[in-house]
């Protein structure tokens, strides 16, 4: 009876058939269709990948593992899955084509329960840390505790050390104490333009284990280590462990008789070493050579079972590009093809017949002991691991009766009144902001809620009865996680965390708070969060050049852009507390839909799908605007869907002022003013630009598709405007965030915004310089609405 260690053999033949063949069929096809592109990459990059994959997923793994695959390695993962049965042969023929599995593996695009998407490198490896501190932080929750704690593992290129995010990551898992999580680096010494340099491997050991983690170095293989063991063995050892990457990738690609030539010229003269190197063939020799620890199933399995704690530990897994394949060493691999010579003469040496290319146990010398032993595999046995969490409903908004405030620390308030209650929500929100938890606004929640640690921390100050309206305490039920300045950690954590109901079927209400500038920092992590579809409130505040005395700096122009362009996030901008209330208690709601995407009817915008949820919000503090029916429901749906009219244009409206956030004050002063010259203003007030151009759209497109009866709200509300009227646009960011309203029914508009690096000053004094106050506002009306002047 074969044993486990001969199906596994057999499983990594199979993947590396597969996954090479699924590459040259792509690239086939693409001829066909005179396509340009071209998919070298994963030919070579995958094959490094395929002994690893194949012990790990057919050996080691458990169901409540978790696992991101490097992007290159997508191939493998395929056709992994489809030997599973989880992957169709369409999708695997269609590879890297509309509608077939994915170059890259996708949460939301690929139907092979893909756990982490990846793609921009160093993200998902980064995320596994981040997912296993939020399976910490449930474990800790009584709501959550049930669950088998599960290893949070990631597959990382060498090349994907490059990449800052990596130790930036390394850093925040020391601070919680990391725990559950592997890294298995397939060091392969090449990245996308070459070689990487010498010693780069002491470099990464020496900085993990700086942040407390285990290194395992996996540099030979069983064939390597049992000839080290023979007479000689110990010089062929040395002269592999100092060879240069260079070398060593050359000598792979020329084959075995460039090995045996280079051998005996380095260390011919030593009989022992020439009677080992005798005993063994041209190809023995090559396989000999290129067996790597990491590409050796039984050295990765005896190294992969001898970690039975929780310590979290990198395998640095030295591989050879392209391995198993005629590309294998050659530096220009990452854009190289098999040529139809090479992949017909790889298809024989594999025993793969014409016409069984695609053929699942095609090769395999025992097909029905080979699929008895997938069936018995631990991490298939319970078919896809999505998990669906129920809902938590909130009971409504918060309304606050601040008769002056700023949005900021309006949503300082909420969040406190939901700290203050024993919902259900508030026991599901978790907190997180990069050392601006104070600032912006989060030091209520976190005074009543704590902050979360595994083990409780005393709070000092308050211990030895020192003043402080800070009460730091950590402790597994607190429900904020603190983290340090770095950005990009806080948008993955947010994903992470934002994926807890699917990955782990536990579900959190995740929101970040960041200085709205910095969204740009994190921003690759949060377009990684949106694009695995993660479900989180991200609130960037300050905002604008009306963080006036803080200069440039901490000034943000673009953030409008980012929340209108982000896929995956809704953007707010209020500008009163009413609406915020609004918005807050309907994001709660929309985090956690799941809908099939058709379009609302009455927005056409996809709110079902759900998403998350961006709020731009202020330090500024302005007069309230209250309305009398704050359950009026014209009132509260203008605000969801992104604007409604403060004051509605008559008849006879010559100008009308459309402005978003904290320039509100600005657009009703300046309104006042024209008001007395011209007749019938209209004030617009946009909560969402985001929304309203989204619908826009949207409804164009639906139009275009036959449904001639679509209409978004933007184009509801601008009916009501006369034609020969014009357009005034304020914002305190950039003025593309309101300028293509205009184009809606095409009038004439003037957007008023800010373009350029702020200063410091006041309020009154930015405004002015950028011209987006209310004189700015009434002397654009003079020079553009015929009438008296005003």
């Not at 070579?44 to 696992?67: G, K, Q, W």
């Not at 075995?256 to 011919?268: F, N, P, T």
């Not at 909560?687 to 989204?694: E, G, H, I, Q, Y």
Request: charge should be negative; glycine fraction near 10%; aromatic fraction near 8%.
């Amino acid at each position: 009876m074969p044993s486990e260690l001969d199906h596994l053999k057999a499983l990594e033949q199979r993947l590396l058939w597969l996954s090479a063949w699924t590459v040259h069929n792509a690239n086939h096809l693409r001829d066909k269709r005179d396509d340009d592109v071209k998919v070298g990459g994963h030919q070579a990059s995958c094959a490094s990948m395929v002994s690893i994959m194949t012990a790990l997923y057919f050996h080691t793994l458990r169901p409540e593992d978790r696992v991101a695959v490097k992007p290159h390695a997508a191939p493998v993962y395929h056709a992994m899955h489809y030997l599973m049965g989880n992957q169709t042969l369409e999708k695997l023929q269609n590879f890297r084509g509309y509608g077939g599995a994915q170059s890259y593996p996708s949460r939301t695009k690929d139907i092979d329960d893909v756990d982490f998407s990846t793609g921009s490198v160093g993200l998902g490896v980064a995320e596994t840390a981040f997912a296993s501190i939020v399976q910490d932080y449930l474990e800790a929750k009584p709501w959550a505790a049930h669950r088998t704690l599960g290893r949070m593992v990631a597959l990382v290129g060498d090349a994907e050390l490059d990449e800052g995010n990596v130790y930036e990551c390394l850093q925040e898992g020391w601070k919680h104490d990391l725990r559950n999580t592997w890294w298995i680096i397939d060091y392969n010494r090449q990245s996308l333009d070459g070689v990487v340099h010498e010693g780069l491997w002491e470099k990464v050991e020496a900085i993990f284990k700086a942040f407390g983690w285990r290194t395992v170095v996996l540099r030979h293989g069983a064939l390597q280590r049992a000839a080290f063991a023979e007479a000689g063995g110990e010089a062929l050892r040395e002269w592999i462990q100092s060879c240069p990457n260079t070398d060593y990738s050359a000598l792979t690609y020329q084959g075995g008789a460039s090995w045996r030539k280079r051998l005996m010229d380095d260390l011919g003269d030593q009989g022992d070493v020439t009677a080992l190197l005798s005993k063994r063939s041209d190809d023995e020799l090559s396989a000999l050579m290129n067996n790597l620890g990491g590409q050796c199933i039984e050295t990765l399995t005896e190294a992969f079972d001898s970690i039975t704690d929780d310590t979290p530990t990198v395998f640095l897994a030295y591989t050879i590009k392209g391995w198993g394949t005629p590309l294998a060493g050659h530096k220009d691999n990452h854009a190289g093809l098999m040529n139809k010579a090479q992949m017909a003469d790889f298809q024989a040496r594999m025993g793969i017949a014409e016409g069984e290319e695609w053929a699942p146990m095609a090769g395999a010398e025992d097909p029905d002991a080979l699929n008895a032993f997938l069936r018995s595999v631990r991490f298939f046995e319970g078919g896809p691991r999505r998990f669906i969490a129920p809902r938590v409903a909130s009971s409504g908004p918060i309304f606050l009766d601040d008769d002056v405030q700023s949005t900021q620390a309006g949503f300082g308030k909420i969040l406190d009144a939901l700290a203050k209650s024993k919902s259900e929500l508030a026991d599901r929100i978790v907190t997180t902001s990069p050392d601006v938890t104070v600032s912006t606004n989060l030091g209520p929640w976190v005074n009543r809620r704590s902050l979360f640690a595994r083990e409780a921390k005393g709070d000092t100050f308050r211990d030895q009865q020192i003043p402080s309206t800070q009460k730091w305490q950590f402790s597994p039920t607190g429900q904020h996680i603190e983290l340090g300045i770095a950005e990009m950690n806080l948008f993955l954590l947010l994903g992470a965390a934002g994926l807890s109901h699917s990955l782990f079927g536990e579900r959190l209400i995740p929101i970040g708070t960041v200085y709205d500038p910095f969204i740009a920092r994190g921003l690759d992590a949060l377009n990684y969060a949106c694009y695995q579809d993660a479900r989180f409130i991200i609130v960037g505040t300050p905002s604008g050049v009306t963080l006036a005395p803080e200069g440039g700096a901490h000034q943000s122009i673009g953030a409008q852009l980012i929340g209108m362009s982000q896929d995956g996030l809704v953007s707010f901008e209020p500008a009163f507390l009413d609406e915020l209330s609004i918005i807050m208690d309907w994001s709660f709601d929309y985090l956690q839909r799941d809908g099939d995407g058709d379009p609302d009817e009455r927005t056409w915008l996809r709110d079902e799908t759900g998403g998350s949820v961006y709020l731009r919000l202020t330090t500024r503090q302005l007069e309230q605007v209250r309305w009398s029916d704050r359950g009026d429901d014209t009132f509260r749906q203008g605000v969801i869907d992104g604007g409604y009219w403060l004051r509605k244009p008559g008849p006879n409206c010559e100008i009308v002022i459309a402005y978003q956030g904290c320039v509100a004050p600005e657009a009703i002063k300046a309104a006042g003013r024209i008001g007395n010259n011209r007749r019938d203003i209209g004030v617009l007030a946009v909560t969402s630009a985001d929304r309203l151009n989204s619908g826009w759209t949207a409804a164009r497109r639906a139009r275009v598709r036959g449904n001639k009866g679509a209409k978004s709200q933007i184009e509801r509300l601008m009916e009501l405007v006369p034609r020969d009227c014009t357009l005034i646009t304020v914002t305190d960011g950039h003025p593309a965030t309101l300028a293509w309203i205009g184009g809606v029914k095409g009038h004439a508009t003037t957007p008023l915004g800010v373009e350029h690096f702020g200063q410091t000053g006041t309020i009154r004094d930015l405004y002015r310089h950028f011209q987006i106050d209310a004189e700015a506002i009434v002397s654009a009306a003079s020079h553009l609405s015929p009438g008296k002047v005003i």
